[in-house]
């Protein structure tokens, strides 16, 4: 058994490309191409030059030494905070960027909810000269200023979606029409594992650099090339999509991911997707959403913007499902405690994200010999206005 | 009983007018009422839009009329009780059209069954891929006599069009051009080019040409290049600006998007 993509674009019974006629022709080149352009030589040497000079990989794997006493066992923190633009989203924009360009693409569109995915696709187009239009929930730009004003000054053009609940999954909508209307000249970069096939394939590729340099700094640092677990937050999940990859199939690594449980996953106010949900149909691929007994998509809550989306990347959905992969949850509140706990413990500012990750630690059973990979996603900087709301008591 | 969109097509070769409107839109009782009124001012053929919250084929005027109808408390399963008598007053192909996630959750066999006990002649799933189709939802759907419409754009390949036409019933839906629900007011001459490159196809399925068609103009236009059109932002915005008689908005809309053209 893998656990990787089939050749008609599915992960078991998930993923597929159920998208209007209107989006076949682009879909299909997709399909079509993405694998070999990817297999290019020339677009090899570009892809790995620009993740070594540009992005400044391969990022660290630093060993937790404090975090690892306090839980008894060895962590290790996978730093694609450190990476340009401060997170894991570049990986992939670097990737489609290149093979936009390859498919004769002018126009670059993308969806964004925290921001991040918006300014690693603003930047990869200001350093290509590409125009960018990024679109983004009303809701988000509020609560996302900084985000917004660096795309801004990255070139972009920031739109915001107005329709539904005008969040994450609005902007993946009005992403999806502006690619409808615009089928010829315009590429759509999307951030994460989701969407019809081959993004979620594609997306994860692009991001599987984290695993790939894992195995040899962790065969460096520990002499295995396999940790015993590895724990990732996830939204749509291209980072954990990544951290996973080259362990998809070594079954003695256990996979974690981390959802975001809001308020409480049954508050009514919650993004524990693969807990809340059920399988359905959301933005052209099968998967497990939070919908209504009428097939309704749900307005999913989290604390944090990257994680508030309706669904999971179908590779997730069939981890789950087939308990590849195991899920915790983690609150709002528990994912600000393990984000102070970090900052205090190692003097790292974590994403509201990827807080979530550092908050399943104490809700898991290990042994104190077990080698534990968190993916630092991204860095808190975004975030540090709702920190500092939320300061511990007397600061 | 012979479908009644099949009846539509050998009876009546041109000028066909399909108008769609959103279930429980303006208010939560006023689809059956919708119906009729159409039926009485002449409209061929109705699609009932089922609202969902997230419309990924449509335009803002259609999702908004989506939004505000499922605000109104629509729901698939009150869509078939309020179209439980509806063939008592209108022998109109009714079609319904929704997203696949909507099916999915009803579930396919019941969706059916209710679909024969009302009498809807078809369906319209522009997320529905043709390959899933095949393999999961034709058998059931053929033997129900439930015809399903497949959409074809500016882009869809010669090759492709032919393999939608085999499977087709009923008839093939032209998108105008690349876009979505209520983009456009003008037919250009590449969009001319286009009706009259797949006219020139000879398909085995009739033609109707929708999304952009929005008057007498446009329809003629669309009519003069296909069996007929689909009208469905431009009929939304009329309802939109309804106070009061209903009916007497439908009318006057379809009398003006026919105009001279009616008998």
Known sequence: ?395 | MENRIDQLFANKKSGILNLYFTAGYPSLQDTAHIIKSADQAGVDMMEIGIPYSDPLADGPTIQASGTKALENGMSLKLLFEQLTDIRSFTKMPLLLMGYLNQLMQFGIDDFIAQCKTVGIDGLILPDLPIDIYESEYKVKLEAANMHVIFLITPQTTEARIRKIDALSRGFIYMVSSASITGAKKDISSTQVDYFERIKNMNLKNARLIGFGISNKETFDTACAHAQGAIIGSAFIKALTNAVGDLEGIVHQFVAEVKGKTEK
């Open chain 1, 1 to 395: 058994m893998t656990f990787q993509i089939d050749k008609n674009g599915f992960y078991g019974e998930f993923g597929g490309a159920f998208v209007p006629e209107m989006l076949f022709g682009n879909v299909e080149e997709l399909q079509n191409r993405y694998l070999s352009i990817m297999e290019e030589a020339d677009f090899q040497k570009e892809f790995q030059a620009l993740l070594k000079d540009y992005v400044g990989r391969p990022s660290p794997l630093y060993f937790a030494k404090r975090l690892s006493k306090k839980y008894q066992a060895k962590i290790y923190l996978k730093r694609e905070d450190l990476n340009h633009t401060g997170a894991h989203k570049i990986n992939n924009t670097i990737g489609q960027i290149l093979l936009a360009m390859r498919l004769g693409k002018t126009r670059i569109i993308a969806e964004t909810g925290a921001g991040q995915h918006g300014v690693a696709t603003a930047t990869v187009c200001a350093l290509m000269g590409m125009e960018c239009i990024v679109y983004m929930g009303e809701v988000d730009i509020a609560r996302q200023a900084p985000n917004v004003s660096r795309m801004r000054m990255l070139g972009a053009k920031v739109v915001p979606a107005l329709s539904g609940s005008r969040t994450l999954k609005d902007a993946t909508n009005e992403a999806i029409r502006d690619w409808i209307a615009n089928p010829v000249n315009t590429h759509y970069i999307i951030g994460s594992v989701v969407g019809p096939h081959p993004y979620p394939d594609m997306v994860a590729r692009f991001q599987s650099v984290i695993s790939e340099e894992m195995k040899w700094q962790l065969k460096e640092q520990t002499g295995s090339e396999n940790p015993d677990m590895i724990i990732a937050c996830v939204g749509g999940g291209s980072n954990a999509a990544g951290a996973y990859y080259h362990y998809l199939d070594e079954t003695s690594t256990r996979l974690v991911a981390v959802e975001a449980a809001g308020l409480g996953i049954h508050s009514g106010h919650s993004a524990a997707t693969s807990v809340l949900g059920s399988k359905g149909i959301i933005h052209g691929q099968r998967t497990i959403l939070m919908q209504t007994d009428d097939g309704q998509i749900v307005e999913p809550y989290s604390i944090s913007a990257g994680l508030d989306y309706p669904g999971i990347g179908p590779m997730h959905a069939h981890l789950i499902d087939k308990g590849r992969a195991e899920v915790v949850n983690a609150t709002d509140q528990e994912a600000l405690d393990a984000a102070f706990e970090l900052t205090r413990l190692e003097g790292i500012i974590p994403a509201l994200e990827t807080a979530h990750a550092f908050a399943a630690l104490p809700k898991l059973k290990y042994n104190p010999r077990d080698v534990i990979v968190i993916n630092l996603s991204g860095r808190g900087d975004k975030d540090l206005a709702t920190y500092v709301k939320h300061l511990p008591d007397g600061e």
